[in-house]
């Protein structure tokens, strides 16, 4: 958390300087919605809420990872005296929704000037129906064989699998959690209650990737759900503009190791040998998250593509960066995978994702599990 403090510049303006613009992060414990509210905080000088979804700590075990990522947020948030509050439950929920209006207008003035969707989930239960949603990782239309990484006894292996195309009504219910029609329900939910601010902003993260993982992610249920979810912001954006004078993207962000992307078949595979080729010019959240920021907020100017999408995956998606990957990748077998991908570069990110491998930290040293909730800072 302090590395990723430190990667992000200090603000254009001074926070101090003007008042803190309001902002609400969906997913604010893990990946690219922790990246997301700790440069709000730091570099947009936000204040506001953040949720997520995570388990607290019983006798018999700690907290899972983002409990703990949430304090450890919460304390930055505090040193610069940024007023965040902390929600943890289900974002899909109406009472979630309810519980976030009361507080923007009993604490934040009664508006929302940035909402970042950054939920990534296995499920989701429609409030209107009370129908459950099961998203699923599977092409669309055939079968895909591909490589993968897996580790056995710590060794990495390479293996071909073979997923089976989606049937039934696979797609829809992966849309149906990943798609766009929760982030719709919060805009509608909050502007219902009139709390959206002249020029509110919302911005939702969407992934296209390389043409090695396409037929598992882009075009495959996970990229229908994506693409719902940009034609949501497309949706959204016209009702906005009408209603606050406001703005709704997506955000294509590049490939990163986190909880959710190491369950998809080959991204693992995959994000390793892209290391192995950037190096350390591969962007981290953290850093896109800042650009992400700077254009939400006019810092820099927002750039759109011609679907009105913010690009931050550009560095991943040269054709340079996907012909070398895509080079490695063909000649990856196991004997040959530890000279082409960043394995150890893979295995401490995976690690860092539940508290391992963070430098500077002392795993011998006994710590306190039993951490509270921050609730309010
Ligand atoms: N990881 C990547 O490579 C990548 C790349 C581009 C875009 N994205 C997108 O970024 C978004 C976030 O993905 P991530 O990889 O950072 O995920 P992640 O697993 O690291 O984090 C998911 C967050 O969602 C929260 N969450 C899950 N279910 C919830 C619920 N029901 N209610 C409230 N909060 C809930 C979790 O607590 C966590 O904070 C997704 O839209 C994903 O497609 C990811």
Redesign the pocket.
């Known amino acids: 958390m302090a590395d990723m403090w430190q990667a992000v510049p200090d603000p254009a303006p001074a926070p101090q300087d003007r008042e803190r613009p309001v902002a609400l992060i969906?997913?604010?414990?893990?990946?690219?919605?922790?990246?997301a509210t700790i440069a709000g905080l730091k570099r947009a000088g936000i204040r506001g809420i953040g949720?997520?979804?995570?388990k607290a700590p019983t006798e018999r075990r700690s907290a899972?990872a983002?409990w703990y990522r949430t304090a450890a947020t919460a304390d930055l948030a505090r040193q610069i005296g940024a007023d965040m509050t902390w929600l943890?439950?289900?974002?899909?929920?109406d009472g979630?929704k309810e519980q976030v209006a009361e507080l923007l207008a009993q604490r934040y003035g009664g508006k929302l000037d940035y909402l970042i969707?950054?939920?990534?989930?296995?499920?989701?239960t429609d409030p209107d129906t009370g129908t459950a949603y099961a998203s699923v990782l599977k092409p669309i239309g055939a079968p895909h064989r591909t490589k993968t990484l897996v580790f056995e006894d710590g060794a990495p292996v390479i293996r071909e699998v073979e997923t089976a195309p989606a049937e039934g009504d696979d797609i829809e219910q992966t849309v149906a959690v990943?798609g766009g029609a929760d982030w719709e329900r919060w805009i509608d939910h909050l502007g219902d209650r009139g709390l959206l601010a002249d020029g509110f902003t919302t911005a939702?993260?969407?992934?296209i990737?390389s043409p090695l993982t396409a037929a598992i992610y882009r075009q495959g249920t996970?990229g229908a759900a994506?693409g719902h979810?940009e034609a949501t912001a497309r949706t959204l954006n016209e009702r906005l503009d009408k209603l606050v004078g406001g703005r709704a993207v997506t955000?294509?962000?590049?490939?990163?190791?986190?909880?959710?992307?190491t369950a998809i078949p080959s991204?693992a595979l995959y994000?390793g040998l892209l290391r192995g080729v950037l190096g350390d010019s591969l962007v981290p959240?953290i850093g896109q998250l800042t650009d992400l920021w700077d254009q939400l907020t006019g810092t820099t100017p927002l750039v759109l593509d011609n679907d009105g999408r913010v690009r931050l995956?550009t560095w991943e998606l040269t054709d340079d960066v996907q012909a070398a990957v895509a080079d490695r990748w063909h000649q990856a077998t196991t004997a040959t995978i530890s000279d082409l991908a960043n394995l150890d570069w893979f295995h401490a990110e995976v690690q860092r994702?539940y508290g391992f491998s963070v430098p500077g930290v002392d795993y011998h040293a006994a710590v306190e599990t039993d951490t509270p909730w921050p609730t309010t800072t």
């Open positions: 969906l997913g604010s414990s893990a990946g690219y919605g922790l990246a949720v997520c979804f995570e899972t983002g943890n439950g289900d974002a899909f929920s979630m969707y950054s939920v990534a989930a296995p499920r989701r990943m939702a993260l969407s992934y990737g996970i994506k979810l955000s294509v962000n590049g490939a990163a190791v986190t909880q959710s992307s991204i994000v959240p995956d994702l």
